[in-house]
């Protein structure tokens, strides 16, 4: 079973940045694919980005294009999402997540993923 530890939330400035971290840990641990989605206060759970195995391969959400980077560290299965230039309507708890055995980028819906962390707060003030 693998579990996923979210980090590096907290309250920025419109037009900051801020770096989430995804720590995995538990056995079997593989450098499965793995994903980053948000919800904001009474709205749905949103893709944000993905990345593949290697992180030679990612996609992003049309929100995130040019403002956040995912990438990943194998030696320490841990997976970033680095956020720059931030807006209020970033504002959301922020979650990793993964698909059991898969490698590759898929689906961007959070009901094909199958384990997930616990969230991190992330609020932008204007």
Do not use: H
């Amino acid at each position: 079973q693998v579990q996923l530890v979210e980090s590096g939330g907290g309250l920025v400035q419109s037009g900051g940045s801020l770096r989430l971290t995804c720590a995995a840990s538990g056995r079997s641990l593989r450098p499965f694919a793995m994903a980053w989605f948000r919800q904001a206060p009474g709205k749905e759970r949103e893709f944000v980005a993905q990345i593949n195995w290697s992180g030679s391969d990612t996609d992003y959400a049309d929100f995130a294009k040019g403002r956040f980077t995912i990438s990943r560290d194998n030696n320490k299965y841990t997976v970033y999402l680095q956020m720059d230039s931030v807006k209020p309507e970033d504002t959301a708890v922020y979650s990793c997540a993964t698909r059991s055995r898969a490698y590759t980028l898929g689906s961007t819906s959070p009901t094909s993923y199958d384990t997930w962390g616990q969230g991190t707060q992330v609020i932008v003030s204007s």
